[in-house]
């Protein structure tokens, strides 16, 4: 059996859309479809339970016992029955496919496995696709948290996520360690994920902002292990480009979009090099 974990908080107007893109999906594997409810104040439960009655590989299980996503996905894959786990977010939408790609990889010996993530406007244009596995930061590879898996014996030997992680960095110590103890993340190019980037401009710069944040904690923990510092020479050109993409572009654009993104990241990192005395810029 394979088992798929959704981490969900308050995710009743997005969560709908993808269980219906999981129950479509063709494949020849067992699954069960388990949506981690991570303390959600809204409609999510009851959403789930009406799916429920309808298709009984769905499973509602309840991780509202601390904020954050890593518990959320402790907990769902603890509350697994498969020999591995794939996971996916309430508000993306998983393509024709992305089951048996990853089935396939894990059948093929993957130990972990990552899929690219097609990014999509909020007025549905396409903004590029995200990489499989990523080099960002010149260490392991490591795949998005939106569209990942793992053997449940490699999640149980390595310890599973680390629940004091939030808003940035969270699934890519996870992944690190997986690869240090010998279980590198394998590219799954076909198992792609509609990724629904956020509209509201001041979500994405707070979302970007704790991407950053999260890096400077990556370095933390894995500096000694090889991870390389970033002085922050490049900088300055960071910041021009940014807020030329910034002024330069039609609002809503994808151009302002990428430089919001840029800017609130480095932020991040400077708030947090300066916050944990751990420079990396």
């Known amino acids: 059996m394979y088992s798929i974990v959704i981490p969900c908080r308050n995710g009743s107007a997005t969560l709908s859309d993808q269980l219906e893109a999981l129950l479509a999906q063709q494949h020849a594997a067992d699954v069960e479809i388990i949506v981690a409810d991570n303390g959600s104040s809204d409609g999510t439960a009851e959403l789930v339970r009406?799916?429920?009655?309808?298709?009984?590989?769905?499973?509602?299980?309840?991780?509202?016992?601390?904020?954050?996503?890593?518990?959320?996905?402790?907990?769902?894959?603890?509350?697994?029955?498969?020999?591995?786990?794939?996971?996916?977010?309430?508000?993306?939408?998983?393509?024709?496919?992305?089951?048996?790609?990853?089935?396939?990889?894990?059948?093929?010996?993957?130990?972990?496995?990552?899929?690219?993530?097609?990014?999509?406007?909020?007025?549905?244009?396409?903004?590029?696709?995200?990489?499989?596995?990523?080099?960002?930061?010149?260490?392991h590879p490591w795949p998005p948290g939106a569209n990942c898996g793992v053997r449940r014996d490699v999640f149980d030997r390595i310890g599973g996520f680390d629940e004091s992680l939030r808003g940035g960095g969270d699934e890519t110590d996870f992944f690190w360690r997986a690869a240090e103890a010998g279980h590198p993340t394998t590219a799954v190019p076909e198992a792609l994920v509609e990724y629904r980037l956020r509209e509201n401009l001041r979500a994405v710069s707070r979302q970007f902002f704790a991407y950053g944040r999260g890096t400077v904690r990556l370095f933390h923990r894995h500096g000694s292990r090889g991870m390389p510092r970033s002085l922050g020479w490049d900088l300055p050109a960071v910041i021009v480009v940014g807020v030329l993409q910034i002024v330069s572009a039609r609002p809503g654009s994808a151009r302002r979009r990428r430089g919001v993104e840029r800017l609130a990241s480095r932020a991040g990192r400077l708030v947090e090099s300066m916050h944990s005395r751990t420079w990396y810029l």
């Open 50 to 139: 009406r799916f429920i009655e309808m298709d009984e590989r769905i499973r509602l299980v309840g991780a509202g016992g601390r904020p954050g996503i890593n518990h959320a996905r402790n907990v769902g894959i603890l509350a697994s029955r498969g020999t591995a786990v794939l996971f996916c977010d309430a508000d993306d939408v998983v393509e024709p496919g992305w089951i048996e790609a990853h089935v396939r990889a894990f059948e093929r010996g993957a130990d972990c496995v990552g899929g690219p993530l097609r990014r999509v406007l909020p007025n549905g244009m396409s903004d590029g696709t995200q990489e499989a596995v990523s080099t960002l930061h010149r260490f």
